[in-house]
């Protein structure tokens, strides 16, 4: 086991490899009172400021079974062009992805194997799911030394994938005793990587060790996002005391404390105690409420004991207290209702919104702020409802989801998270494309249209997922834009 000191400094080193002027940081790696270490700001940082830049040991294909398969160089999924590597197995989409040197370091390792049957015969899947623990054989000591750091999951159920692969290959025991640990290391710390914006691409997943060092809190003070280099750069959301801890999230912003704490029980091994899952209404958002169940009662229920997962619920209108199994009834009625909705088909969803969910829950329930941001992404951005093709009512609601869903964002404290910045973006486009059908409202609407753009610009500005007209649109609608009024709108016509 690593000291700290030992930890800082291959940690400074791993830093110092894209960012090698920058030799000072405002944190430092300590143990944590919530569980093992954390990182802590050692001087008082501002909202916005840079943390830090992590760059990924290794990266590589997400590890469910249901995860859609693609090239795996370049994450690329279009079926018709994929192709398996004949000595490998591993699926490519082009020559030039199976010339490249990822591949050709993936190949040397896995064609080095003795396999037990033909490599046609071995599930693509499986080998998807297993490459970024292969990818970690091929790592340099140093970094070696830097993935053994990091904390390890250690329930039976981590490693299964590479229990499979041995079905397929003669595995050394030491191969598979690292192969084991580095899915274990992985299945605790690994990030999601962001895809561009509007882009289909396979699912992939980073080993970023600095940003595994984060703990979790459901209102982080953090927020990360990834740049064209794969570096995931965290900077501050909001003031950081000096001596504070510094939190990421693990879990979905606008989950409700029932979801978010079972999933990060599920995927993380631990009960989130953090003070927004002390609070049942979650500083007054509502997001895992249910309707009361007496059908004369307007209330809403929240559990009793947020903190115990078999909690019972209570109305907190007419007292109406509900065992928690009829609350797990309703939860899984309600995953399966929406399960059965076409999220392609916006028109099936907006039908959806406006007519029948509420009849099931409160309006501020997750499920519905889902399916509001659902629709916010799609209105006027995706074929069949392009912004011409909005009607009147389309356009109002997509306004007054992006409106609401911000008050919910900012009722939880969340800071300028990618989310805000997303939702402001949205906001300017629908303000407009209504000043572009009503040039008489411009003059109203501006002010308003160029500071939700020059906000969402400064939130989301190099983000590798923010929209690519983001910085055109400032340009043209933002604040001090010098472009003739005629041709300010011309953007909305892409
Ligand atoms: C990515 S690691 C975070 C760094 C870790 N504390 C370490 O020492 O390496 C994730 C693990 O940290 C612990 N952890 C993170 N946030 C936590 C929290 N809010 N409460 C309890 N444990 C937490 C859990 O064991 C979790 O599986």
């Known amino acids: 086991m690593l000291s700290m000191d030992q930890l800082s400094l291959l940690v400074q080193d791993h830093l110092h490899d894209i960012q090698p002027a920058r030799h000072y940081h405002k944190w430092t790696i300590k143990s944590s009172d919530i569980g093992g270490r954390g ?31 693609g090239c795996t160089v370049c994450g690329k999924m279009d079926i018709d062009t994929l192709f398996r590597c004949n000595k490998c197995g591993l699926l490519l989409c082009s020559h030039q992805c199976q010339k490249s040197n990822t591949h050709y370091d993936d190949c040397i390792v896995i064609s080095g194997w003795c396999s037990k049957v033909s490599i046609e015969n071995i599930s693509d899947t499986l080998l998807s799911r297993c490459l970024a623990p292969i990818r970690t054989l091929s790592l340099p000591e140093d970094q070696q030394e830097l993935l053994r750091a990091l904390q390890a999951h250690t329930l039976p159920q981590h490693g299964s994938e590479i229990k499979e692969l041995k079905e397929y290959f003669d595995l050394s025991s030491e191969e598979e005793h ?32 600095v940003s595994s060092l984060m ?19 965290i900077k501050a959301v909001k003031p950081i005391a000096a001596g504070t801890e510094i939190f990421t999230c ?13 999933h990060l029980f599920k995927t993380k091994h631990f009960w989130c105690k953090c003070e927004r899952c002390t609070d049942a209404t979650e500083r007054g958002t509502f997001l895992a409420a249910l309707k009361c169940f007496d059908t004369n009662c307007s209330g809403s229920l929240l559990p ?54 509420y009849k099931y829950i409160p309006k501020t329930n997750q499920i ?7 629709l916010i992404w799609e209105l006027g951005e995706v074929d069949g409802c392009r912004w011409h093709e909005l009607s009147e009512s389309q356009l109002a609601l997509k306004e007054s989801l992006c409106r609401g869903t911000l008050v919910t964002v900012a009722a939880l404290g969340l800071g300028d998270t990618h989310l805000r910045g997303l939702l402001l973006y949205h906001l300017h486009a629908a303000l407009a494309e209504r000043a572009r059908r009503f040039p008489d409202l411009y003059e109203e609407l501006k002010a308003e249209i160029e500071c939700t753009i020059e906000q969402s610009y400064n939130i989301l500005k190099g983000d590798i997922s923010s929209p690519p007209d983001l910085e055109l649109r400032r340009q043209y609608l933002g604040p001090g834009s010098d472009k003739p009024h005629e041709e300010r709108f011309f953007i909305l016509d892409k």
């Open 39 to 69: 990182l802590f700001a050692t001087e008082d940082i501002k909202a916005g400021e840079l943390l830090f830049v992590d760059h990924p040991l290794v990266y590589g294909p997400r590890s469910g079974t249901t995860i859609q398969q």
């Open 178 to 209: 690292l192969l084991t640990l580095a899915v274990c290391i992985l299945d605790a710390n690994a990030f999601q990587i962001a895809v561009p914006y509007g882009r289909k691409e396979m699912s992939m997943r980073g080993l970023f060790p």
């Open 215 to 233: 703990n979790h809190n459901c209102v982080p003070n953090t927020k990360y996002y990834f740049n064209k280099e794969c570096h995931m750069i």
């Open 250 to 262: 693990y879990s979905g912003l606008l989950w409700g404390t029932p979801a978010r704490r079972l």
């Open 304 to 357: 009793i004991e947020p903190l115990n997962p078999t909690s019972a619920w209570r109305c907190l209108t007419c007292g109406l207290r509900v065992p928690n199994s009829n609350i797990s009834a309703i939860q899984s009625a309600l995953g399966s209702l929406i399960g059965s909705l076409n999220f392609e088909n916006v028109a099936e969803l907006e039908k959806f919104y406006m007519n029948r969910v």
């Open 368 to 374: 519905v702020v889902d399916l509001q941001c659902r």
